[in-house]
């Protein structure tokens, strides 16, 4: 595959290529936590704009629980997804 990019940032190649890297691990990061751990991929949501809403509550979530250290999506639901309180307190 080739990928083509625009850019008005004066630099050689090797930069670029440190950007275009670093952009990619962080949606591949994000988009591996949306498909493993909340099973995105086999959502069975339907309608208009449904499953697109639910994608971006999705990515909230992930990055609320970043911002308040959890490194492991996994350990995160375990730890907060019954206790109101834990969850609650992530929102302030």
């Given at each position: 595959m080739v990928a083509y990019y625009i850019s008005s940032l004066?630099?050689?190649a090797e930069i670029f290529a440190q950007g275009i890297r670093?952009?990619?691990?962080?949606e591949n990061r994000?988009?591996?936590?949306?498909?493993?751990?909340?099973q995105e991929?086999?959502?069975?949501?339907?309608?208009?704009h449904a499953p697109a809403n639910m994608s971006?509550?999705?990515?909230i979530v992930i990055n609320l629980l970043r911002s308040n250290g959890f490194s492991s999506m996994t350990i995160a639901q375990r730890l907060i997804s019954n206790?109101?309180?834990t969850?609650?307190?992530?929102?302030?």
């Amino acid at each position: 595959m080739v990928a083509y990019y625009i850019s008005s940032l004066v630099a050689d190649a090797e930069i670029f290529a440190q950007g275009i890297r670093g952009h990619w691990g962080i949606e591949n990061r994000l988009h591996w936590s949306k498909d493993v751990v909340f099973q995105e991929d086999r959502s069975s949501i339907t309608g208009a704009h449904a499953p697109a809403n639910m994608s971006i509550i999705r990515s909230i979530v992930i990055n609320l629980l970043r911002s308040n250290g959890f490194s492991s999506m996994t350990i995160a639901q375990r730890l907060i997804s019954n206790n109101i309180p834990t969850l609650l307190a992530l929102l302030q």
